[in-house]
């Protein structure tokens, strides 16, 4: 059963950068598998409803919420396993758990990010 971790998450100031990294693990199906099946970020901030940020589709091609264009910048290692959400000039509305996801395959558990000063 293949496994999503997230992690990088923490205390950021407004204008500040950051990496939140998905690491994808267990069974076979993991190898490979962001190049087999894409993977998402989504967030939830506190008291909304769960929004998609930003996709790649095992086609390589990217989707972007308006939110993101231009700040955020999703990736991925395969030979890792690892996708990765860069962010840049944070702000207080990018406060949200982010999950990171494979289509069909699993959730992440989430990490937290507080934007704050």
């Known amino acids: 059963q293949v496994q999503l971790a997230e992690s990088g998450g923490g205390l950021a100031q407004p204008g500040e950068s950051l990496t939140l990294s998905c690491a994808a693990s267990?069974?076979?199906?993991?190898?490979?598998?962001?190049?087999?099946?894409?993977i998402s970020w989504y967030r939830q901030a506190p008291g909304s409803a769960r929004e998609l940020v930003t996709r790649?589709?095992?086609?390589?091609?990217?989707d972007y919420a308006d939110s993101a264009k231009g700040r955020f910048t999703i990736s991925r290692d395969q030979t890792k396993n690892t996708a990765y959400l860069q962010m840049h000039n944070l702000t207080t509305e990018d406060t949200a758990v982010y999950f990171c996801m494979i289509p069909g395959i699993a959730w992440g558990q989430g990490t937290l990010l507080v934007v704050s000063s």
């Open positions: 267990g069974g076979i199906r993991s190898e490979g598998i962001f190049r087999l099946y894409g």
């Open positions: 790649v589709l095992s086609s390589g091609s990217t």
